[in-house]
C-alpha cells in the first residue's frame, strides 16, 4: 500500500517570501512517481511540478522546487517569491504501480498574504 | 497539456433520484480513467478505475451498484450515482492520462453533487 502525509494543515507566507510545504510518502514499488498539486478555490486540480523517484536531481519549475530525499521517502515543495496567486490547497501525491492512479496526500492550505 | 472535460459543473438532485456524470478527454484517447470523490476540506479518494471496454474496478467500500461507471469509448467514461442520498453530496473529479500511466495527469473541473 502507498500512503502520504502532509503534516502541515495550514501555512501562511508573506507576498515575495519563500515557503516550503512538507511530504512524507510510502511506497513498495520500486519504479514511482511524485507529484504536487495545486488546487485553488476553482477546484480544478493543477499539476505544480513533478519527480521521478529514479532521478537524484531536484525537479524545478520556475519558482517552483522540491527537495526530494529518497531514502527518507521526503519530497518537500518549495514556492520562491510567492505570489497572491499561489494561495491554494496543496496536495502531494505518489503514482507507482501500472494502473496510474495517484494517491494522495490531505493537503496543505497555503495563503499569501499581501 | 491535454484537456480532459467534465460534465456538468454542478448539480442539484432530489433524494432516489440518478445523476450521470460525464468525463471527456478531448485531445487524447484514454483507456484508463479515474473516478475521485473529495469531500469538503478534505483529500481526493479513489473511488474506482475505468476501463474503456471492461468493467470498472471499484476501491474498497465504494458500493459498484450505486456507482455505475460506463468506459464506452477511448474518450468518454461516465459515472452514474444511483438512487442518490444525501449522503452523496460531494465533489466528484475525474483525471486521465494522455501519454500513459506514468505521465501527467489531467484532471476534469470536477462536478460539485447536491442532493436534497
Known amino acids: 500500500a502507498q500512503t502520504v502525509t502532509q503534516s502541515q494543515p495550514e501555512m501562511s507566507v508573506q507576498e515575495a517570501e519563500t515557503v516550503t510545504l512538507s511530504c512524507t510518502y510510502d511506497?513498495?514499488?520500486?519504479?514511482?512517481?511524485l507529484f504536487w498539486y495545486k488546487q485553488p478555490p476553482s477546484r480544478q486540480m493543477i499539476l505544480v511540478i513533478r519527480?521521478?523517484?529514479?532521478?537524484?536531481q531536484n525537479a524545478t519549475e520556475n519558482r517552483f522546487s522540491v527537495n526530494f530525499q529518497k531514502a527518507a521517502k521526503s519530497f518537500s515543495l518549495k514556492i520562491s517569491d510567492s505570489q497572491l496567486g499561489d494561495t491554494a490547497m496543496y496536495f502531494c501525491?505518489?503514482?507507482?504501480?501500472?494502473?496510474?492512479?495517484?494517491?494522495f496526500g490531505k493537503g496543505t492550505k497555503l495563503s499569501v498574504k499581501p | 497539456g491535454a484537456v480532459v472535460s467534465q460534465h456538468p459543473s454542478w448539480v442539484i438532485c432530489k433524494s432516489g433520484t440518478s445523476v450521470k456524470i460525464e468525463c471527456r478527454s478531448l485531445?487524447?484517447?484514454?483507456?484508463?480513467m479515474f473516478w475521485y470523490r473529495q469531500f469538503p476540506k478534505q483529500s481526493l479518494m479513489l473511488m474506482a478505475t475505468?476501463?474503456?471496454?471492461?468493467?470498472?474496478?471499484?476501491e474498497q467500500g465504494v458500493e459498484k451498484d450505486k456507482f455505475l461507471i460506463n468506459h464506452a469509448s477511448l474518450t468518454l467514461s461516465t459515472l452514474t450515482v444511483t438512487s442518490a442520498h444525501p449522503e452523496d453530496s460531494s465533489f466528484y473529479i475525474c483525471?486521465?492520462?494522455?501519454?500513459?500511466?506514468?505521465?501527467?495527469?489531467?484532471f476534469g473541473q470536477g462536478t460539485r453533487l447536491t442532493v436534497v
Open positions: 501525491a505518489v503514482l507507482g504501480g501500472s494502473q496510474g492512479n495517484l494517491i
Open positions: 475505468s476501463n474503456e471496454g471492461s468493467k470498472a474496478t471499484y
Open positions: 483525471s486521465a492520462h494522455d501519454r500513459g500511466w506514468n505521465t501527467e495527469a489531467f
Open positions: 519527480q521521478e523517484a529514479y532521478k537524484q
Open positions: 485531445d487524447f484517447q484514454a483507456t484508463t
Open positions: 511506497t513498495s514499488e520500486n519504479n514511482y512517481y
